[in-house]
C-alpha cells in the first residue's frame, strides 16, 4: 500500500524578503508566496507545507502553468538549489504581475 501524503494545511501572514511587502494570511487558503511581487521561499520538502526544507532559499516566479487541474499554477524555481515547484495562485495575488510572468513566459 503507498502511504499517501497529504497537504499540510499552513497559513500565516509573513514579510516578503525580496520585495518586503507584508502579507497578510490569505482568508480562506494558503499563503505560499508574495502576492505583491509572487516570489516564495523555499521551505517545504516533498508536500506542500511541511516545512522540512533546510534550504531557505528564495524562490523566483518563473512562468505560469495552464495545464494543471487545479487551473493557473506559478512556477518557481529556487534561486539557491534550482528546485522548481508548482503553487496555486491566489486570488489577491497582484494581476499585473501574473499578466507580466505569463508574457514573459511566451517571448521564450
Ligand atoms: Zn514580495
Ligand atoms: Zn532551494
Redesign the pocket.
Known amino acids: 500500500m503507498r502511504i499517501k501524503k497529504n497537504f499540510i494545511h499552513q497559513n500565516e501572514g509573513f514579510v516578503c524578503e525580496h520585495c518586503s511587502f507584508e502579507n497578510p494570511a490569505h482568508p480562506n487558503s494558503c499563503r505560499n508566496h508574495c502576492r505583491q511581487c509572487l516570489y516564495s521561499k523555499?521551505v517545504d520538502q516533498d508536500v506542500p507545507g511541511d516545512r522540512l526544507?533546510p534550504?531557505?532559499?528564495l524562490?523566483k516566479p518563473i512562468g505560469i502553468d495552464y495545464s494543471g487541474k487545479k487551473g493557473q499554477l506559478i512556477l518557481h524555481q529556487?534561486?539557491?538549489?534550482?528546485?522548481r515547484m508548482k503553487n496555486k495562485i491566489a486570488e489577491d495575488d497582484d494581476q499585473g504581475e501574473l499578466i507580466k510572468l505569463g508574457l514573459e513566459m511566451l517571448k521564450k
Do not use: E, T
Open positions: 523555499h526544507s534550504c531557505a532559499g524562490m529556487c534561486c539557491r538549489c534550482k528546485k
